[in-house]
């Protein structure tokens, strides 16, 4: 069993920053790829960064520049640093990450965290 707990939402004004966490816990062997996700109201859930076990990271193109994802492997962590937030990065964050345990390799999804920016 993997559980995934998200933290660092919540509301900020427009040039902003905000810091998203999200740590894995249960039993497994390692985690491959780690992401972030977004679900703003009324659209899909879309990419907004990726980082392998390695350390290769890819943005959507709406972020690029302003967000920076970073992982700890020994802490089994995956962070979102958001700066010069925007209106239009509201949405619900969801951390992705795949794992290997006795199960097999599989996705498990955060709870989410929401994220207003508003002045």
């Known amino acids: 069993q993997v559980q995934l707990v998200e933290s660092g939402g919540g509301l900020v004004q427009p040039g902003g920053s905000l810091r998203l966490s999200c740590a894995a816990s249960g039993s497994f062997f390692s985690i491959n790829h780690m992401g972030w996700f977004r679900q703003a109201p009324g659209k899909e859930r879309e990419l907004v960064a990726t980082i392998t076990a390695g350390g290769t990271t890819n943005y959507a193109d709406s972020v690029k520049g302003r967000f920076t994802i970073s992982r700890d492997n020994a802490k089994n962590t995956v962070d979102l640093q958001m700066n010069s937030l925007k209106p239009e990065d509201t949405a619900v964050y969801y951390c992705?990450?795949?794992?290997?345990?006795?199960?097999?390799?599989?996705?498990?999804w955060g709870q989410g965290t929401r994220v207003t920016v508003s002045s």
């Open positions: 992705n990450l795949v794992v290997v345990s006795p199960v097999g390799i599989r996705p498990y």
